[in-house]
Antibody
Framework: EMQLLESGGGLVQPGGSLRLSCAAS????????LAWVRQAPGKGLEWVSV????????YYADSVKDRFTISRDNSKNTLYLQMNNLRAEDTAVYYC??????????WGQGTLVTVSS | DIVMTQSPDSLAVSLGERATINCKSS????????????LAWYQQKPGQPPKLLIS???TRESGVPDRFSGSGSGTDFTLTIDSLQAEDVAVYYC?????????FGQGTKLEIK
């Protein structure tokens, strides 16, 4: 059974940093791109970033470009999101998702990031 | 970026009736070389992550009831739920993956009338 488990969320002050992790199991990790999608409280889904299976290519939403960095460790079956210079508007549940030819066929339960002083 | 616009924002349908949700993209998501529409539909219930229902605009995922169907091409798409069940109450999102920069619609909240 495919599974994704996020961790690393929490409360951080504006301007601070946080690193999210997503541990994967139940599928051949290197065969798939992985993405981060976030959802602000009471709001819709916002695509954040994606990384290819090899890790050689990454893409970002304009709202996070130059502040967030997606990466993966294929030896540990783990996806990461390094978030710097956090803003109040980054407050959201962050989901990792397995990219199956573009659509997301497996999602984690999400981890909540709250940016507040 | 490709903008996805769903309509309506909310919808109330009686049990056993049909629900129809529309999604329009600001540019075509039909890739001419393979004639595939890069469009997916998701269902999200309260407190849960989204669940993929349909990919390639009309391909239902394994285990998804056949009362869910997707149609459309180019820039205009529809998710249809026939014979609405109580467990279908959720927010539904469309997503385009034509561009590396994916985008979602704003969501449509489906309730029971």
């Amino acid at each position: 059974e495919m599974q994704l488990l996020e961790s690393g969320g929490g409360l951080v002050q504006p301007g601070g940093s946080l690193r999210l992790s997503c541990a994967a199991s139940g599928f051949i990790f290197t065969n798939y791109a992985l993405a981060w999608v976030r959802q602000a409280p009471g709001k819709g889904l916002e695509w954040v970033s994606v990384i290819t299976g090899s890790g050689s290519s990454t893409y970002y939403a304009d709202s996070v470009k130059d502040r967030f960095t997606i990466s993966r460790d294929n030896s540990k079956n783990t996806l990461y999101l390094q978030m710097n210079n956090l803003r109040a508007e980054d407050t959201a549940v962050y989901y990792c998702a397995k990219d199956f030819s573009g659509s997301f066929d497996c999602w984690g339960q999400g981890t909540l990031v709250t940016v507040s002083s | 970026d490709i903008v996805m616009t769903q309509s309506p924002d909310s919808l109330a349908v009686s049990l056993g009736e049909r629900a129809t949700i529309n999604c329009k993209s600001s540019q075509s998501v039909l890739y001419s070389s393979n004639n595939k529409n890069y469009l997916a539909w998701y269902q999200q219930k309260p407190g849960q992550p989204p669940k993929l229902l349909i990919s390639w605009a009309s391909t239902r995922e394994s285990g998804v009831p056949d009362r869910f169907s997707g149609s459309g091409s180019g820039t205009d798409f529809t998710l249809t739920i026939d014979s609405l069940q109580a467990e279908d109450v959720a927010v539904y999102y469309c997503q385009q993956y034509y561009s590396y920069i994916n985008t979602f619609g704003q969501g449509t909240k489906l309730e029971i009338k």
